[in-house]
């Protein structure tokens, strides 16, 4: 899949919005001309942040019986929460703080108008430990508000100190500010190190590096997959020409085509089952779609619990909720492919239905970023990017097309892709995670830039063993029961990495 990147050009920009005024002024010729953008439904949507206790429950001591989870003692910390410009936050900054902030983007949080603060409880425990403070914006909006996510997190870490001074405790600015999320989170924390975020944000933070975990970091990329997926889906199963808002009017006739356990109906005791050839097919344009052959693809699409989510998608219309006017999501770039059959495979690219986005969809804004911000790689910082081979729901393709666009834009010694052996949507251990953020850290600081995997060579990525580098066990007790799970089906079905001799 090939990056979308699209220039900004003033003079059509300025035809295209709804209206031009000429603000008011003390007379002469030098009045300020203000573009005013469009409204969209995202714009119209009221939202509530809920004020986050200075507590946190998840870290008490034996929380949730996991007695690894253990609460730092209140004297070690000063913890403040509060909402700023309509988003709610939560900051820890340690007595023996080392001067360092860590900006903390959670992930997708739903279309409900109550916003909430999201705790980096992998991250939390490494950096209290490391003299870090640490701070989370619950954004002022929810939905795929990636440009909320930036500009919140950005205004957040400018009133850092303010926020300190007021609550008693006098701080100077940080010497260092970096951000890592999940997820969205993830856009969001890659996004917030472009040049073109620094260049149009509203809120500008220089930040010294980054680490995107299971991040979009290809942007609308990740939505044209999912288009893609649905008519793939569609053709293989003789149904190409009906349009993509109307799924429903035939998921029913495609899910029978291709599924005898469908992604609908998964749970963990009742994996997604495909028909012997129809479904096969599929699975195979799956696999290509979303990174190319690779471990533990099939155990993630039938046990991982991701791909349902994937799926559930199907059925937009391209403005990503309102969060665009115009449908932006688009297929006529994307090659389809069955393995081993080329002749399936040129049927297939012929009859699948072609989604074309309107240029103007997610184009650059006078008034601050794109609606969805873009993922360029052109990057000026340090950023180390972990994602894992089996996620279906931003698929491993995302760390590939980051790595691409990184190269293209001549920024690729600025990035270092991880690849990680988990079968979910970020399910990562709490060692892989730290470990990343501390490479990132020292690299930074001026240590050598840390090693990562190839994500892009085919041989490399479908070997038996690839991922096994980065890849730390799950322990039970300090990471979530979820992952200790999910890395439990792994071993089950010999999927583990060797262990070190």
Not at 232 to 261: F, H, I
Not at 286 to 293: A, H, I, Q
Not at 384 to 411: C, E, K, S, W
Request: proline share 6%; net charge negative.
């Amino acid at each position: 899949m090939q990056p979308r990147i699209r220039l900004f050009a003033p003079f059509v920009l300025a035809a295209l919005t709804t209206a031009v005024l000429t603000a008011c002024g003390g007379g002469g010729g030098g009045d300020a001309v203000v573009v005013r953008e469009e409204a969209r439904a995202q714009d119209t949507r009221t939202s509530f942040a809920v004020v986050p206790p200075e507590s946190y429950p998840d870290f008490e001591a034996g929380a949730n019986g996991r007695p690894g989870f253990t609460a730092l003692a209140g004297s070690d910390t000063d913890r403040w929460t509060g909402t700023l410009a309509g988003a709610g936050y939560r900051v820890e900054v340690p007595r023996n703080w080392n001067g360092k902030l860590v900006m903390y983007a959670h992930g997708y949080a739903g279309m409900g108008n109550a916003l909430a603060v999201q705790t980096p409880t992998a991250l939390r425990r490494y950096l209290i430990d490391n003299g870090y403070a640490w701070a989370a914006s619950s954004y002022s909006k929810n939905y795929y508000d990636v440009r909320a996510g930036v500009e919140d997190t950005n205004a957040l870490a400018n009133a850092f100190v303010e926020i300190a001074r007021t609550n008693g405790r006098t701080l100077l600015a940080p010497t260092k500010t970096y951000i890592t999320g999940h997820s969205m989170g993830g856009h969001v924390a890659a996004a917030a190190v472009e040049a073109e975020a620094i260049a149009d944000a509203n809120n500008v933070v220089h930040y010294a590096g980054a680490v995107p975990m299971c991040g979009v970091t290809g942007d609308m990329a990740l939505f044209d997959t999912f288009t893609a997926m649905q008519v793939a889906a569609q053709a293989v199963a003789g149904q190409p020409t009906s349009p993509v808002a109307r799924w429903t009017e035939v998921d029913d006739l495609v899910n029978a085509r291709l599924w005898t356990n469908p992604p609908a109906a998964w749970s963990p005791s009742a994996p997604i089952e495909p028909t012997a050839v129809e479904g096969e097919r599929y699975l195979s344009i799956v696999r290509n779609l979303t990174g190319g052959e690779r471990p533990l693809f099939r155990l993630a699409l039938q046990r991982g619990g991701s791909f349902p989510s994937a799926y559930g998608v199907f059925g937009g219309d391209g403005t990503i909720d309102g969060i665009l006017n115009k449908p932006g999501t688009d297929t006529t770039s994307i090659t389809y492919r069955i393995d081993g059959d080329s002749a399936g495979s040129a049927a297939l690219n012929a009859a699948a239905l072609k989604v074309r986005e309107d240029p103007e969809a997610n184009r650059r804004r006078s008034d601050g970023l794109r609606w969805v911000p873009q993922v360029n790689g052109d990057i000026r910082v340090p950023v180390v990017a972990i994602h894992t081979v089996g996620d279906l729901f931003v698929p491993f393709n995302m760390m590939q097309i980051y790595r691409q666009r990184a190269a293209a834009a001549g920024r690729g010694d600025q990035l270092v892709t991880r690849a990680i052996r988990g079968i979910s949507h970020c399910d990562f251990t709490v060692s892989e995670q730290v470990e990343a953020f501390d490479a990132m850290v020292r690299w930074e600081g001026g240590g050598p830039r840390p090693a990562g995997d190839d994500v892009l060579t085919p041989a490399t990525v479908a070997a038996p063993t690839y991922g096994c580098t980065f890849t730390r066990p799950a322990i039970a007790g300090t990471d979530t029961d979820a992952v200790v799970g999910l890395r439990g089906l792994i071993a089950i079905s010999g999927g583990s990495c060797p262990s070190p001799s």
